[in-house]
């Protein structure tokens, strides 16, 4: 996969609550797919198929422990997408810097147009 796959995985992934929930329960340590399922209204089944998106996302791996195949939860993904958001972050905030500079500068001149006013200057002259 490229990394801009791997990318559109993982946000694809991350876009459903229920993987979400799972990935944070997976956050606290391995369980297996009874586990999982259990604070969830679904099947087993249904929680597989949560897990297979996740798996192809690469954000969940699976391991052989005898009979039982625990989930656990894998950084990698997870690190590169924050990567990417912390990319536009950074863009976001040096624009929010300009605009807060640029708002300073307007007030600054408002300020001093205002001061400049002599009430006289609102006085109308009759002839």
């Known amino acids: 996969m ?7 995985a993982t ?6 609550p229920t993987r ?3 990935l944070a329960r997976l956050a606290l340590g391995e369980a297996s797919v009874l586990e999982l399922a259990e604070p969830f209204a679904m099947s087993q089944p249904a929680v597989s198929k949560h897990l297979k998106v996740l798996e192809r996302a690469g954000l969940v791996s699976r391991s052989r422990a005898a009979q039982r195949r625990p989930c656990r939860i894998e950084i990698d993904p ?3 997408a924050t990567d990417w958001l912390e990319e536009y972050r950074k863009l976001w905030e040096a624009n929010f810097s300009r605009l ?6 307007l007030k600054a001149d408002a300020a001093s147009q205002v001061s400049s006013v002599q009430p006289n200057d609102f006085t109308t002259k009759e002839d």
């Open 20 to 22: 979400r929930a799972i």
């Open 2 to 8: 490229t990394p801009s796959e791997r990318l559109d």
């Open 11 to 16: 946000f694809a992934a991350l876009a459903d």
């Open 78 to 80: 997870l690190t590169e």
């Open 100 to 105: 807060d500079t640029l708002l300073e500068e």
